[in-house]
């Protein structure tokens, strides 16, 4: 398949599009260049305008204004548009959009850091320092969850594998000590 070219459009670079876009070309082995905010150039531009800032991402295969044949009658549908190349795009955003669906984004529901004991979740007596190593994750879970990192994200971030931190997140969810 040909490179398929992702235009981060977020300022911050964490938009949940730009996570999902990213981890489908993964998925799906596709080459991608990764073009800064300040290349922008498209609807990207007014809706990352301050007071706006819609988290969003232009995703293309021909980057705007980089062939002669963008914004002309030239510019239609065989000639720089083709069949193959929405094929291509469609998969590529339909698991995109999957991946987005099926993904959470936990926000804690507490000020500061809680009292873990108090919620069966931190245990003074007999500890061991594997025992307590993990009921840490539990803070550093929180600590990521600003409803900005979904949970692979934060998983990533805590050095954990994706299922412990899922098994992490339900119990949280179940305390009340986080939402989606």
Known sequence: MKELIHLCTQKTKNAPSDFALI????????????YS???????ERQFNWPGVDVPMTSFFRSKYGEFPEYHTSKDTFGKVVTKKG??????????AIKKMIDSYYPITTVYCEPKMDKRGLYSYLS?????IN??????DFMMYADGKNNIEQIAKKIKLNSKISFKIFKILLNKKLIKV
């Open 134 to 139: 993990f009921q840490r994750k539990y803070i």
């Open 37 to 43: 905010f300040n290349e922008r150039g498209s609807d």
């Open 23 to 34: 981890s489908a070309f993964k998925e799906l082995k596709i080459k991608f260049k990764l």
């Open 127 to 131: 500890f061991t320092e594997k025992k």
């Open 86 to 95: 929405l094929l291509g795009s469609f998969k590529v955003m339909k698991l």
